[in-house]
């Protein structure tokens, strides 16, 4: 069947031609995906790497550990981290929830999650401790120490992504900062990809496409200009205000079908 046909099957709306397509020095089928900081990199890759960790806790049965005291002692880590480079808040609402991992709290947006994610490191390693600190005189070492190096692979995804993040945030980019990028990218991918491997997930990836939007960056960097120029965290952060000043919204079980056209 012709592309109306099929688009129609799925639901959609078909038109074979646009506006969009001649307007002046513009790719916009390119603009569609551009991966920006807010999107891709804390409400998409901090956000799944963050709900790994019950993943990552799960992935040895050691019957001295008690998973859940660990998951809350972590959250509570986390949220009362504060110094005086660092007062953001985390929602009293977050948790790490399911043995295969996730977050749920509906409330946190972007820079709660980009919090989060700086606040894991510290988080992990005292979790290492507490961890080595109960099983000490277990008869289990063999399997603590599996798990210990789990863990110690999550710890380096974590930094690979802060550091990435980092490497996003320069006001200017030459070919040597565009190389850092580059670098950072691919640095993030193989420490995910082992970590993927240790959780017997080699799948894990596969199914997150900002895993691989992130490798275009350089190109979007160089074409666009710094990451700062097309986050959108700015504009997102006033739809709260926004929402203000119109009409309620539907429940989702009510929402038409999306209109392509």
Not at 2 to 12: H, I, V
Not at 35 to 56: E, M, Q, S
């Amino acid at each position: 069947p012709g592309a109306d046909a099929r688009w129609s099957d799925a639901g959609y709306s078909y038109t074979p031609t646009s506006f969009w397509e001649h307007l002046p020095l513009v790719n916009p089928f390119e603009q569609l995906s551009l991966p920006d900081r807010l999107h891709c990199v804390h409400l998409g890759l901090a956000k799944k790497l963050i709900g790994l960790f019950p993943a990552v806790l799960g992935s040895m049965s050691l019957r001295s550990i008690k998973k859940q005291k660990l998951s809350n002692f972590m959250v509570h880590v986390i949220r009362n981290q504060r110094n005086a480079c660092d007062s953001s808040t985390v929602p009293d609402s977050f948790h790490f929830v399911g043995e295969d991992g996730s977050v749920d709290d509906a409330r946190m947006d972007g820079n709660h999650y980009k919090t989060i994610l700086r606040r894991m490191p510290v988080a992990l390693w005292v979790a290492m401790k507490t961890i080595k600190g109960v099983t000490q005189d277990s008869d289990n070492r063999g399997d603590v120490a599996i798990l210990i190096g789990v863990i110690e692979r999550y710890f380096k995804c974590i930094v690979a992504l802060l550091e990435m993040d980092a490497a996003l945030t320069y006001e200017f980019y030459d070919d040597a900062r565009l190389g850092e990028v580059a670098q950072k990218v691919t640095h993030f991918q193989s420490e995910c990809n082992t970590l993927a491997a240790l959780l017997n997930q080699p799948n894990l990836w596969k199914r997150t496409v900002k895993f691989h939007i992130i490798s275009h960056l350089p190109h979007y960097i160089r074409r666009f200009g710094p990451p700062r120029g097309f986050d959108t965290q700015v504009t997102e952060g006033n739809h709260k205000v926004c929402l203000g000043y119109g009409p309620p919204l539907k429940p989702k079980s009510k929402v038409t079908r999306p209109r392509i056209s």
